[in-house]
Nanobody, 121 residues
Framework: VQLQASGGGLMQAGGSLRLSCAAS????????MGWFRQAPGKEREFVVAISPRGGSTFYGEPAKGRFTISRDNANNTVYLEMNNLKPEDTAAYYC???????????????WGQGTLVTVSS
């Protein structure tokens, strides 16, 4: 199984960014997909998750009101649209896959390598 996250970069505060995570080696539509982030010197933090068919989402506090998760099961890809970025959003963002339908958990089966988002003030 491979999860390849991309789309990170350097942004100014207030800007927008879309992250992508391409999955391979698994039956994508059987998995909850989640995004996590880890800022320098901090613990990994849950951001948001989406159900296997995309009908349900679960947002963590960092994502509420500014981030949107979506998925394209035909192309085995999950997206994270981030708007109104703030310096405190600076972190490495990781996508993860969990078989089943449980979204309210930090325990995932597979993890991607992370993509770095840096937001300047």
């Amino acid at each position: 199984v491979q999860l390849q996250a991309s789309g990170g970069g350097l942004m100014q505060a207030g800007g927008s960014l879309r992250l992508s995570c391409a999955a391979s080696g698994l039956t994508f539509s059987n998995y909850v997909m989640g995004w996590f982030r880890q800022a320098p010197g901090k613990e990994r933090e849950f951001v948001v998750a989406i159900s296997p068919r995309g009908g349900s989402t679960f947002y963590g506090e960092p994502a509420k009101g500014r981030f949107t998760i979506s998925r394209d099961n035909a192309n085995n890809t999950v997206y994270l649209e981030m708007n109104n970025l703030k310096p405190e959003d600076t972190a490495a963002y990781y996508c993860a896959a969990r078989r089943g339908t449980t979204m309210r958990t930090n325990f995932y089966d597979y993890w991607g390598q992370g993509t770095l988002v840096t937001v300047s003030s």
